[in-house]
Structure formats: C-alpha cells, structure tokens
C-alpha cells in the first residue's frame, strides 16, 4: 500500500512541475527577504554582460576620460584583448597585449591580468601557466605595440601591480605576499611578507590595491570561480598591513538569497576604477546560466559593470546590496556608442578582424588571406582539435544565447583521412560540420565529440561545388545544417547545448564557433577556401531561469 501511496503522490506532483516556473515558485521568490525588489517603472540604463561571452577576469584603468579594460585569454592566441571606453558601457576592442609569438616563445595559457597606467605607460601583468610564471609588459599605446616580457620571481597567480604616491611600486599575488619591485627591471627589492589570508573562502585570487583617504585597500576573489564567487575586501593604514576584513564581506556575490535569481551567476574577480567624474565604478566577470535544473553555462565568463557608492572613511557597497542584474537602472556617464560592426566577413582583407583568434600558436603556413584573394585559405596540419599543438583553427567567441553562423566553404579532400568545416569548439570538446572524403565521392557528416564520446552522423552525399555550412544556437540546443546552390537550408542534426557547457567538458573558457581543416594525424594535400563568414545574433527564445535552490 505504501508503494501504491508513493507512486500516486509522484504522478500528482508531475503536472506542477510542467508549468510554468514563474507561477509555482512565486510565492517562493515573493517571500525572499534578501532580494531586492525590481522597479517596473524604473528606466534600464544599460545591460549586462557590457562585454559577453568569454571575456573573463576583467581588469580596468582610466586615463583621463578614456577607460581601458584586458580580460584573460588561456590558450588563444592573440593574448589578452585591449578594450576602450568613454563611458565604462560600450567597448570596443583596440587590440591584443600578446601579439607576438616571441614575447612568450615556451607557450601559451595566459590567466587573470592587471592592467595599470603610470606617468605615460601601460603595464600589463599576468601569469602564463605554460612556463615562466609571472610577467609584465609595457606601452606607450594601449592598441600595440607591446614590449617583450619582465618575468619577476613571484610565486601564485594573478599578479597585481600598485603604484603609490611616494614613487614606490610593489606587487601582490593570490598568495598575498607583497613585495617592492624595481619597476624598470623586475628586481624584487624586498623580502615577501605575506599581509592577508583572505576571509576563509577557497581558491583566493585576482587581487588588487587601491589607496582612498589615507587607507590601502586589499580586494580579492574568494570562493571559487564558479557559484560561490565572491569579492571580498580588507584595508589598513600601511601598505604592509595589518589588514582588518571588512564587516559586510563579501561585497559581491551572488551565492545568496539576494542574488540567487539573478540570471548571471559566479560574480567576482573584480577591479574598481574611479570616473573622470568621481563616481566609482566596479567590473566584474559572472557567467548566464541556461536556465532549467543544474546550472550549466556556455558562453564562458563574461564581462559586467556595476556602480559602487564609497564614502569618505567607508568601505565600498556595489550596486546597494552586493548584486547587479541584467537590465541596470542606475545612472552612467553620458553614454558614448562605437558603430556596430557588420556581421559578414568577407575575408577580402590582409588580416582578420581583432574578434578572432587561434588555438596556441598558429603554424602561418596553413593560413592564407594572400593565395586566393577574396578567400581565407586553411591547411589542415597532422592535430586535431583538442589535442597538443596548433591545430588549423581559427574562431571567434560566441557571445548571445541565440546566434546563426554561416560560411560557405570550397574544398576536395585528396584523401579519406583530410576533412574541413565548420566547429563549436569548448576546451577542447567540439561539434563539428564536416566535409570529408570516402572513396572518389565527397560527403558532409556532423560530428559530436565530449571527452572519449564521439558521435557521427549519417554521411550526406556532395553535388560538386561549394557548400553553405550553418550552425544555429539557443539556450537548450545547436542545430547544423547544409545547403548547396540555390537550394533550402537541410537540417542535419541537433544536440543539448549543455554538452558543451564548463560543467561538462570543464575548463575556464567559453564556446567559440569557427573555421578549421586537419588531416588527422598528417598534414593535409587538399585546401580548404572559406569565401564568408557571418555571424548574427538571434533573439533569446530560451526561457531564462527563473528560481533556483
């Protein structure tokens, strides 16, 4: 009788979890005395992410009326993409610290980064994972050129530098220790003292210092750089400590009542930065969730901003309660737009755009914008996507929930082994839109690899000539389709986006959609001519999370 009572009470609740989320939890989400209760009537300024997709650990100095912002970049190559301003809420990319192979010649895996300006010149420091450890470089113009490395003997990651009022320079890493540094050379001019411990939370990183009425401030990272994020804050009146933790830690988070519907999540790993008109301002990464049961999120880290309210003598309070949202109503500095770029690239150029990049270093002779005008020409190399080295890649982020990407690609394999297409690419695990080659006939096939899974569709026989190559997203899924001539889009496959999200294949990085060509364990005969790409953003027909526990 149990189990009949048992059965009977599941069946009965199945139909109120089938509706709408909005209306069985509300009278959860209306009891919640933490969150802060959104104004229908209040006007949205702006709009978070300001930078989406994987733009993550973002670190921001002002000069003059100019903001400039860097965010971490770990494989890809360009590194560390440079960011201006004029009003902290749209930016546009101006270039890359790490633009030649030279600067890091042992590899790449470039983390959390600060960016500085001092009497004239830019420093960014970092950590590359690969080998060297920390480092600085330098320029007169934040777009490039910058200058070869200064690795300093500092252990930990996310290096920070400050620049006090005396002259003096020092740098603090997430192990805390703080040191004097000769800025000109890297020389560390006095013994490591470590001056804080973090309030307790796990994985304590990204931090910086600030210097307001007469204190120094220490801010970090706590908690993780998934839900538990957090940005804590410590001062004193030596830059030497000692440090008492601020009452009302942590500042930002999200890992509570207050923020726990918020669709953006993980907040923290934080810089602050005061405005040409004195407000102060604070920037921060924090990923959107797909919604649903479990969190699961695609589009990686993404850039956010908040404003921060900090009295004389007080401690600073982002956004009134700790939290920022996705519709913002709070005021800005008069906002100042870049034009929208085109989505269409015609690969009539010398060089692709700043938005693309290239898994590690690119081998340059599988790369051609030259060979055939009009065309970005691609050798697929002996690696494959996700193993080690430089595979024949080249993408860009995906930045929206909804998107459509399209290319149209020429390409005969010479052998069964070469193939080339279009990818969604995350820390190694992709999907894929392929042309290959079985026998003397060319065929299309889609291909799902996570980990050791691998899925391959039926193959598709080819017409001579080229093919168009499709990928739409949205939250719950990805579709590839084909099309040749003047012929109708063919849908080919569809799966959960959510197998490629960080919580299923891991990693710090976000989905990119791009173009590549490999030869599967040897270097490829055949080219691959890509004529266009293009790459639109779709309205969200997704359902954003609307609770969660």
Same mark, same amino acid.
């Given at each position: 009788?149990?189990?009949?009572?048992?059965?009977?009470?599941?069946?009965?609740?199945?139909?109120?979890?089938?509706?709408?989320?909005?209306?069985?939890?509300?009278?959860?989400?209306?009891?919640?005395?933490?969150?802060?209760?959104?104004?229908?009537?209040?006007?949205?300024?702006? %709009?978070?992410?300001?930078?989406?997709?994987?733009?993550?650990?973002?670190?921001?100095?002002?000069?003059?009326?100019?903001?400039?912002?860097?965010?971490?970049?770990?494989?890809?190559?360009?590194?560390?993409?440079?960011? %201006?301003?004029?009003?902290?809420? %749209?930016?546009?990319?101006?270039?890359?610290?790490? %633009?030649?192979?030279?600067?890091?010649?042992?590899?790449?895996?470039?983390?959390?980064?600060?960016?500085?300006?001092?009497?004239?010149?830019?420093?960014?420091?970092?950590?590359?994972?690969?080998?060297?450890?920390?480092?600085?470089?330098?320029?007169?113009?934040?777009?490039?050129?910058?200058?070869?490395?200064?690795?300093?003997?500092?252990?930990?990651?996310?290096?920070?530098?400050?620049?006090?009022?005396?002259?003096?320079?020092?740098?603090?890493?997430?192990?805390?220790?703080?040191?004097?540094?000769?800025?000109?050379?890297?020389?560390?001019?006095?013994?490591?003292?470590?001056?804080?411990?973090?309030?307790?939370?796990?994985?304590?990183?990204?931090?910086?210092?600030?210097?307001?009425?007469?204190?120094?401030?220490?801010?970090?990272?706590?908690?993780?750089?998934?839900?538990?994020?957090?940005?804590?804050?410590?001062?004193?009146?030596?830059?030497?400590?000692?440090?008492?933790?601020?009452?009302?830690?942590?500042?930002?988070?999200?890992?509570?009542?207050?923020?726990?519907?918020?669709?953006?999540?993980?907040?923290?790993?934080?810089?602050?930065?005061?405005?040409?008109?004195?407000?102060?301002?604070?920037?921060?990464?924090?990923?959107?969730?797909?919604?649903?049961?479990?969190?699961?999120?695609?589009?990686?880290?993404?850039?956010?901003?908040?404003?921060?309210?900090?009295?004389?003598?007080?401690?600073?309070?982002?956004?009134?309660?700790?939290?920022?949202?996705?519709?913002?109503?709070?005021?800005?500095?008069?906002?100042?737009?870049?034009?929208?770029?085109?989505?269409?690239?015609?690969?009539?150029?010398?060089?692709?755009?700043?938005?693309?990049?290239?898994?590690?270093?690119?081998?340059?002779?599988?790369?051609?914008?030259?060979?055939?005008?009009?065309?970005?020409?691609?050798?697929?190399?002996?690696?494959?996507?996700?193993?080690?080295?430089?595979?024949?890649?080249?993408?860009?982020?995906?930045?929206?929930?909804?998107?459509?990407?399209?290319?149209?690609?020429?390409?005969?394999?010479?052998?069964?082994?070469?193939?080339?297409?279009?990818?969604?690419?995350?820390?190694?695990?992709?999907?894929?839109?392929?042309?290959?080659?079985?026998?003397?006939?060319?065929?299309?096939?889609?291909?799902?690899?996570?980990?050791?899974?691998?899925?391959?569709?039926?193959?598709?026989?080819?017409?001579?000539?080229?093919?168009?190559?499709?990928?739409?997203?949205?939250?719950?899924?990805?579709?590839?389709?084909?099309?040749?001539?003047?012929?109708?889009?063919?849908?080919?496959?569809?799966?959960?986006?959510?197998?490629?999200?960080?919580?299923?294949?891991?990693?710090?990085?976000?989905?990119?959609?791009?173009?590549?060509?490999?030869?599967?364990?040897?270097?490829?005969?055949?080219?691959?001519?890509?004529?266009?790409?293009?790459?639109?953003?779709?309205?969200?027909?997704?359902?954003?999370?609307?609770?969660?526990?």
């Amino acid at each position: 009788m149990k189990r009949i009572w048992i059965a009977w009470l599941g069946l009965s609740v199945l139909p109120v979890f089938a509706q709408d989320n909005s209306s069985v939890f509300s009278g959860i989400l209306q009891g919640n005395p933490f969150a802060a209760t959104p104004d229908p009537e209040a006007t949205v300024t702006y %709009h978070n992410p300001v930078i989406p997709g994987f733009y993550s650990d973002p670190s921001v100095c002002r000069v003059g009326e100019d903001y400039y912002l860097i965010t971490s970049t770990f494989e890809y190559f360009p590194g560390v993409p440079v960011f %201006h301003s004029r009003d902290l809420i %749209h930016w546009e990319q101006i270039g890359h610290c790490l %633009h030649r192979r030279e600067q890091i010649p042992q590899g790449i895996n470039i983390f959390a980064a600060t960016l500085r300006y001092h009497e004239g010149t830019f420093y960014m420091i970092t950590t590359n994972i690969t080998g060297g450890g920390n480092f600085y470089v330098t320029a007169t113009d934040p777009a490039g050129p910058w200058s070869d490395p200064i690795w300093i003997r500092v252990a930990g990651i996310d290096p920070d530098l400050f620049f006090d009022e005396d002259g003096k320079v020092y740098v603090i890493s997430s192990t805390f220790v703080l040191n004097e540094i000769d800025i000109e050379t890297g020389k560390l001019l006095t013994e490591g003292r470590k001056v804080w411990n973090g309030t307790g939370g796990r994985y304590a990183e990204g931090p910086h210092i600030y210097k307001k009425d007469g204190y120094y401030y220490l801010m970090a990272a706590e908690g993780g750089t998934e839900e538990a994020h957090s940005e804590t804050i410590a001062r004193s009146h030596s830059i030497w400590g000692p440090y008492t933790d601020n009452r009302s830690n942590p500042i930002l988070a999200h890992a509570n009542a207050a923020g726990q519907n918020i669709p953006i999540q993980g907040v923290g790993h934080a810089d602050m930065v005061q405005a040409h008109d004195g407000s102060w301002w604070i920037v921060f990464h924090g990923y959107r969730h797909l919604g649903g049961f479990g969190v699961h999120h695609t589009l990686g880290r993404e850039t956010c901003v908040a404003p921060v309210t900090w009295p004389k003598n007080g401690w600073p309070v982002v956004n009134g309660n700790g939290t920022a949202t996705v519709d913002m109503t709070c005021p800005t500095l008069p906002q100042l737009p870049f034009e929208a770029k085109p989505p269409r690239m015609d690969f009539d150029t010398r060089a692709l755009g700043l938005e693309w990049n290239y898994i590690r270093f690119p081998e340059a002779g599988n790369y051609s914008l030259e060979e055939r005008p009009g065309y970005l020409q691609m050798k697929g190399s002996a690696v494959r996507i996700g193993e080690r080295g430089s595979p024949t890649f080249v993408g860009r982020r995906v930045q929206d929930m909804s998107f459509i990407a399209e290319t149209n690609l020429e390409f005969d394999p010479k052998s069964e082994n070469e193939e080339a297409g279009m990818i969604l690419l995350n820390n190694g695990s992709h999907f894929d839109i392929l042309l290959g080659r079985s026998g003397k006939k060319r065929h299309l096939v889609v291909k799902f690899q996570f980990g050791s899974v691998v899925y391959t569709s039926e193959q598709v026989a080819l017409k001579p000539g080229p093919v168009r190559l499709k990928i739409t997203g949205n939250r719950s899924s990805y579709t590839f389709s084909y099309a040749q001539g003047n012929d109708a889009d063919t849908d080919l496959e569809s799966v959960d986006a959510k197998f490629l999200s960080s919580e299923t294949v891991g990693g710090f990085t976000g989905v990119y959609v791009g173009l590549y060509a490999t030869g599967n364990g040897k270097a490829a005969l055949a080219h691959a001519d890509y004529d266009w790409f293009t790459y639109e953003k779709e309205a969200d027909t997704g359902q954003a999370p609307a609770f969660s526990f």
